[in-house]
């Protein structure tokens, strides 16, 4: 049995990409190893936050890993912001870091890009997310193709703790689905589907009505060819689109491609994609609903917290022991 450990930054609505790329991996991993499944709210902070959205953004993600199937007598679910720890052996961990590490974050640079102020917290925001993860000790880490470089960097602090200070944190590995690790948008298909985008058509949320999707993938950029073809160096759009198809059904790239032959154009596999999606979200729509009709979230979410608050104030306290902070 491995430790695992996870988590989605409460910083807009989940998206199919969200779900495809981490989250229904999180429920596979969950039935054969110990798994910590945190809600990101301390990153969500480091672009700027309504109070109000952050609170609705952070109950909602919870929600969604439980309609989703994470099962709380399994996993652990709680929130980032209720175990201390992860403050604190981030700033422990931030003294480690070079700036020229952080400074060669794609995410970074893409999320600074243009701006005049750019907070301290997007900087530095690795280092936190090194010590989610060392906190737990956890050795297999589900996240999509766009965490690599984050968790690269998680690897690097850990060796280089453990070189400076002895033996203490476990290497963590990434776990990056082969298909479907990298979802692109709907209306642009060079850049992946993002919660934070500003545009809601270019992603479909895990909570959008049936209708809603429908529309959104009815309205999808395509190119001006007939064939649904996976191609993803001449056809970036229909091969994402093709992704998605698999991820949600039974069906193999091929047998979409099969199916939708002849040169018929993208009417048909448009509508088909989209009941097909449909058809994965609905069920966990209706449990979303039930959950936070039933107020049983606040129960879940403070059971998590203490089952994470053991493993990570015993790490806290070694690694100060270790780095010679005093603690009387
Ligand atoms: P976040 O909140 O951006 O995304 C949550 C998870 O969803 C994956 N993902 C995608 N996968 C496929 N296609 C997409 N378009 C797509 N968009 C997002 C992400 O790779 C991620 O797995 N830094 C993290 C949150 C985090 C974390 C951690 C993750 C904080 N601490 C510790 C793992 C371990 C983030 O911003 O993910």
Same mark, same amino acid.
């Given at each position: /049995?491995k430790?695992?450990?996870?988590?989605?930054?409460s910083?807009?609505? #989940?998206?199919?990409? @969200? !779900?495809?790329?981490?989250?229904?991996?999180?429920?596979?991993?969950?039935?054969?190893?110990?798994?910590?499944? $945190?809600v990101?709210? #301390?990153?969500?902070?480091?672009?700027?936050?309504?109070?109000?959205?952050?609170k609705?953004?952070?109950?909602s993600?919870a929600?969604l890993?439980?309609?989703?199937?994470?099962?709380?007598?399994?996993a652990?679910?709680?929130?980032?912001?209720?175990?201390?720890?992860?403050?604190?052996?981030?700033?422990?961990?931030?003294?480690l *870091?070079?700036?020229?590490?952080?400074?060669? /974050?794609?995410?970074?640079?893409?999320?600074?890009?243009?701006?005049?102020?750019?907070?301290?917290? #997007?900087?530095? &925001?690795p280092?936190?997310?090194a010590a989610?993860?060392?906190?737990?000790?956890?050795?297999?880490?589900?996240?999509?193709?766009?965490?690599?470089?984050?968790l690269?960097? *998680?690897?690097?602090?850990?060796?280089?703790? @453990?070189?400076?200070? +002895?033996?203490?944190?476990?290497?963590?590995?990434?776990?990056?689905?082969?298909?479907?690790?990298?979802?692109?948008?709907?209306d642009d298909?060079?850049?992946? /589907?993002?919660?934070?985008?500003?545009?809601p058509?270019?992603?479909?949320? $895990?909570?959008?009505?049936p209708?809603v999707i429908?529309?959104?993938?009815?309205?999808?950029?395509?190119d001006?060819?007939?064939?649904?073809? !996976?191609?993803?160096? @001449?056809?970036p =759009?229909?091969?994402?689109?093709?992704?998605?198809?698999t991820?949600?059904?039974?069906?193999?790239?091929?047998q979409?491609?099969?199916? &939708?032959?002849?040169?018929?154009?993208?009417? *048909?596999?448009?509508?088909?994609?989209?009941e097909?999606?449909?058809?994965q979200? =609905?069920?966990?729509?209706t449990?979303y609903?039930?959950?936070?009709?039933?107020?049983?979230? !606040? =129960?879940? #979410?403070?059971? +998590?917290?203490?089952?994470?608050?053991?493993?990570?104030?015993?790490?806290?306290?070694?690694?100060? =022991?270790k /780095?010679g902070i005093?603690?009387?």
């Amino acid at each position: /049995m491995k430790r695992v450990l996870s988590g989605m930054q409460s910083s807009g609505r #989940l998206t199919l990409g @969200n !779900y495809i790329g981490a989250l229904r991996n999180y429920v596979k991993l969950q039935d054969e190893h110990k798994c910590y499944f $945190m809600v990101a709210n #301390l990153h969500a902070l480091t672009v700027p936050q309504e109070p109000a959205a952050l609170k609705e953004q952070t109950e909602s993600v919870a929600a969604l890993y439980l309609a989703a199937g994470i099962d709380p007598s399994k996993a652990s679910i709680f929130l980032q912001s209720s175990v201390k720890e992860h403050a604190e052996l981030g700033w422990l961990l931030t003294t480690l *870091t070079y700036m020229g590490e952080l400074e060669r /974050m794609t995410q970074f640079k893409d999320k600074s890009a243009g701006k005049d102020s750019i907070g301290v917290g #997007l900087f530095t &925001y690795p280092s936190l997310m090194a010590a989610d993860i060392l906190l737990y000790n956890a050795d297999l880490i589900p996240v999509g193709d766009d965490q690599k470089q984050h968790l690269e960097l *998680t690897r690097d602090l850990a060796l280089r703790f @453990n070189k400076r200070f +002895g033996d203490t944190f476990t290497i963590p590995q990434p776990y990056i689905p082969e298909v479907g690790a990298r979802i692109m948008g709907l209306d642009d298909a060079s850049k992946k /589907m993002s919660k934070s985008s500003p545009n809601p058509g270019s992603f479909i949320a $895990m909570l959008d009505e049936p209708d809603v999707i429908r529309k959104k993938f009815s309205r999808a950029v395509t190119d001006s060819g007939r064939e649904v073809k !996976y191609d993803p160096q @001449n056809k970036p =759009e229909i091969s994402n689109l093709i992704s998605i198809y698999t991820q949600c059904s039974e069906l193999t790239v091929a047998q979409v491609e099969a199916k &939708y032959e002849g040169g018929q154009g993208y009417g *048909t596999f448009k509508k088909d994609l989209a009941e097909v999606v449909v058809a994965q979200l =609905e069920p966990i729509q209706t449990r979303y609903r039930e959950i936070r009709e039933s107020g049983e979230l !606040y =129960e879940v #979410l403070r059971k +998590g917290a203490q089952e994470a608050t053991e493993l990570a104030s015993a790490t806290v306290r070694e690694v100060k =022991e270790k /780095m010679g902070i005093v603690q009387p």
